[in-house]
């Protein structure tokens, strides 16, 4: 009931006032059924603008930490939350992150939309980063479709660091649901998940336009971080990656999903079957890559 209240009458006509969000490919949104919707994390504002464009229900998985802070303004960010149809995920990975993953499956089992940012976090510069196997992992146990959705223009309505956001028009593109039925009964297969997180990720690179970088985004905030806290003075975020970032092409030679791209002698867009260390099993044996 609070999600519908606050999305027809309350937080829906203010925003849509204000912000005038476009959408293209509403039409990919499943009218019934369980699906997962996969998308681009720009800005916190994310997780609201999508919901009040999809005429269904879409509950995301949310941090944990939006969960368990303490204090009168921990407490009702937290209730907030809980209200509004999102789940915490715990992205410190192991027992914990399967944990979350299967509060995930249970909505899935009920038929209905399961919202999750594949890079794990916020970009910290806009562009798109590696994606994590665990939406992969979901997706291949469950058998339910992945519709990709690219966020446009949101880090500019909010970003990271800024509680008032700027009033400009942000847009929403959902693309064609991808179907990875082919790879039933492989779901514990760790290539086949990284191969299936490739795609999801090629997709959203091909809809939002964005720059792709072969590292985690938590990778990169990390460095980030312990560089500022050391008092150097930090390059511009993904810097040391740029020669593993590529940008889709609009021509018709533009790459098929899973292909090679070398970008002064790296690959910009990882191909299907290396594993998340950056090698390549082959014969049973990692190589180096």
């Known amino acids: 009931m609070f999600y519908w209240v606050m999305k027809r009458i309350i937080v829906g006509p203010i925003l849509n006032l204000l912000f005038r969000p476009w959408v293209k490919g509403l039409d990919n949104v499943p009218s019934t059924g369980a699906a997962v919707f ?3 994390h720009l800005s916190f504002s994310d997780s609201i603008f999508l919901p009040i464009v999809v005429p269904r229900p879409v509950v995301f998985l949310a941090k944990s930490e939006y969960f368990t802070g303490k204090g009168i303004k921990g407490r009702l960010t937290a209730l907030f939350f809980r209200l509004s149809n999102q789940l915490p995920m715990d992205r410190s990975g192991g027992a914990a992150s399967s944990s979350s993953l299967s509060a995930g499956m249970d909505i899935l ?3 209905g939309i399961l919202g999750i940012y594949p890079e794990g976090t916020r970009s910290p510069d806009g562009r798109l980063y590696r994606g994590k196997t665990g939406v992969a992992k979901l997706v291949l146990a469950t058998g339910v479709p992945v519709v990709p959705v690219a966020m446009i223009g ?8 800024r509680r008032i956001p700027n009033i400009r028009r942000v847009g929403v593109i959902i693309g064609e649901p991808l179907d990875f039925s082919r790879y039933e009964g492989l779901e514990d297969d760790r290539f086949v998940q990284r191969s299936v997180t490739d795609e999801i990720m090629y997709e959203l690179m091909r809809l939002s ?4 970088v072969d590292a985690y985004a938590s990778t990169v905030k990390e460095r980030l971080a312990a560089e500022k806290a050391a008092g150097r003075k930090s390059p511009k975020p993904g810097a040391d990656t740029r020669r593993a970032a590529v940008r889709i092409s609009t021509d018709a030679g533009a790459p098929a999903p899973g292909a090679v791209t070398e970008i002064g002698g790296a690959a910009g867009v990882r191909k299907p079957g290396v594993a998340d260390d950056g ?3 082959e014969n049973g044996r990692p190589q180096a890559g």
């Open 209 to 212: 336009g964005q720059e792709y």
């Open 154 to 161: 949101t880090d500019k309505v909010q970003p990271i660091g």
């Open 279 to 281: 090698q390549t099993a």
């Open 109 to 111: 089992n009920e038929g």
């Open 38 to 40: 996969v998308s681009n």
